[in-house]
């Protein structure tokens, strides 16, 4: 694994540890249905912490196993905010940092 996958791949780990700590981890996956959307973030059939878990996350550790390229760049983190404008910032803040540093490591791939 390349360093840049290292370093995301701690992001990656981090990032579910903070969701877990959050109570925002569910055992139990979406409808299928609801997994089927369309809609950016599938904001119209999940929360956005259901998306980072059930979409974002494995579709970045796919990538990381299979040694695919990276997205030429990425902004989740513009869209935690909006999503969690609503929270506390005491519980939204690591997440919302490991978010940016998400972004940061696929926008500075070549």
Known sequence: M???YQELSLHLQRLEKELRLQGWWSDAAPSADA???TAPFCHDSMTFEQWLQWIFLPKLWEIIHENAPLPENCAIAPMAEIA???QSAGTVTTLIEL???IDSC???QP
């Open 2 to 4: 390349n360093n840049d």
């Open 35 to 37: 997994l089927k959307s």
């Open 84 to 86: 969690w404008r609503n």
């Open 99 to 101: 978010l940016t540093k």
């Open 106 to 108: 696929i926008g500075a």
